[in-house]
């Protein structure tokens, strides 16, 4: 069967077009504001839905709503359409689902601390070295006790715990300092001031849900609304995406190379993925998007430059859609240089010229051939959505939102028991058996006073060979043993970027 393509853009003269059995060798749409990036990851967006892929993007500005209204036609798209001979207009929706981590504009998105792992989670709270072992032994120790790490209070509870338990732990965990565990637990409410306890909950996100295939045999569109997100926390933004992304290689089965992806991945404000991240995580990252193509999975960068996208990363993307960049400093005209020079020369071309000519809604485009192999650079006006340009309206959105299939699979949050639960009993057992332990005592102190003016001594203690009955206290403890002894070997499972490869 011949493999679907895309419509990238035209100019009069050559329609260039995506193969989408290549749709999984990545990609990225660069550009400075304002010279149509977002009508351009619209209109690929739209695209894929339309030959069946599901498409999972962020909305970071709040305009790509409108991929889920029919577009309506005007003479500039008419314009456009004829200069790169992309035939009549036809406005056609792609079917949406809404998503919000805040769940004010979609369906709740969750997933768990465990899940995360501490390597993601060490680079959201902006940790140090140290701090990151701790956290490290955090998650250690959880798996070690068998408990679950769901939600803030769960790690917030352990990290209490540990502090409190540190002379014991030390041998098995390494040095614990309770500054340490202040300072982890102080970031976390910084953290939770961001809004991060409506993202560590349950029920955790289904990647099934992020995957479907309307009744058309169109691939559904899950549009994450990330504008407050982005202005809020954009290190949870981040963690996020990744966590997805790692999500997706581990669940998702080996398919090779297909006919069409599975689905694709759109990350606008890439620079926000990498900037400031570790080493340990950008090394993570790049083998998951490496590895990632053989699961079906197309990964699409959005950035105002390429050089935000580590070079290790931007040498993997097989596309390239190249807007309008600015050379107003040094800087910036070095920056346009080692652009031009990322892609397969045009004779008919002067790269390094063009890129800062470039009109809004043109680019200088790049993709790969059958053989894998980056075509020579075009200039193109890229092809416009059929869909609305411009936001839905809150109605609009609200009214889609309601009669989703997934209406009320998410909205309602589940609290089982995990570590702050377990911890909690096991202090109240403690207690308990402190409690027992005092009453005893004073009990056994009275029944061996001496009775002074010659009546019968107070009967004393056994101290016979035979077993004592046991005490309350020591039958809590026993209990509670026994509790915490039937959970040990349960170990959790967590992502690629938490603890899979080390």
Known sequence: MTAPTILIG????????????????????????????????????????AIGVP??????????????MAGTPNERIAQRLAQIGGGEFAGRAAPTLFWDIFGKRGHPVRTTISEV?????????????????VLYAAFRIADDQGMLLLDLKDLRAMLTWMGENAAELKNDYGNISSATVGSIQRQLLVLESQGAEHFFAEPALKLADLMQVDFSG???VSLLDASD????????????????????????????????????????????????APKALLDKVEQVVRLIRSKGVGVYFVSQSPLDIPENVLGQLGLRVQHALRAFTPKDKKAV????????????????????????GEALVSVLDLKGSPTPVEQLLIAPPFSRIGPATDAERA????????????????????????????????????????????????????????????????????????????????????????????????GLLGSLLG
Do not use: C
């Open 117 to 133: 792992g501490p390597l993601l989670l060490a680079n959201l709270l902006e940790l140090n070295d140290t701090q990151s072992g």
């Open 337 to 360: 240089k080692t652009v031009a020079e990322t892609f397969r020369p045009n004779p008919a071309i002067d790269t390094e010229a063009v890129i800062t000519e470039l009109g809004i």
């Open 229 to 276: 997100l982005v202005s809020k926390s954009p290190r949870l933004y981040a963690t996020f995406l990744l966590w997805l992304l790692s999500e997706l290689y581990e669940n998702l089965p080996e398919v090779g190379d297909a006919d069409k992806p599975k689905m694709v991945l759109f990350f606008d404000e890439a620079h926000l993925l990498f900037g400031d």
């Open 55 to 68: 498409v999972f993007m962020a909305d970071v500005k709040g305009d790509l709503s409108g991929i889920a």
């Open 399 to 494: 009214n889609m939102i309601g009669r989703s299939p997934i209406a009320g699979r998410y909205e309602q949050v589940v609290d089982r028991e995990s570590a702050y639960e377990l911890l909690q009993q096991r202090a109240d057992d403690t207690e308990r058996q402190e409690r027992a332990t005092a009453t005893m005592q004073r009990r056994q102190a009275q029944q061996e006073e001496p009775v002074w003016g010659g009546g019968p001594a107070a009967p004393r203690a056994r101290s016979g060979g035979g077993r004592q009955s046991q005490g309350i206290g020591e039958i809590l403890l026993k209990s509670a043993a026994r509790q915490v002894g039937t959970a040990v070997g349960r170990k959790l499972v967590r």
């Open 10 to 49: 035209g100019n009069g003269k050559i329609r260039v077009e995506l193969s989408a059995r290549m749709a999984n060798r990545h990609g990225l749409i660069a550009g400075a504001t304002g010279t149509g990036k977002t009508v351009t990851l619209q209109a690929l967006a739209q695209s894929f839905s």
């Open 218 to 220: 169109n691939g559904v």
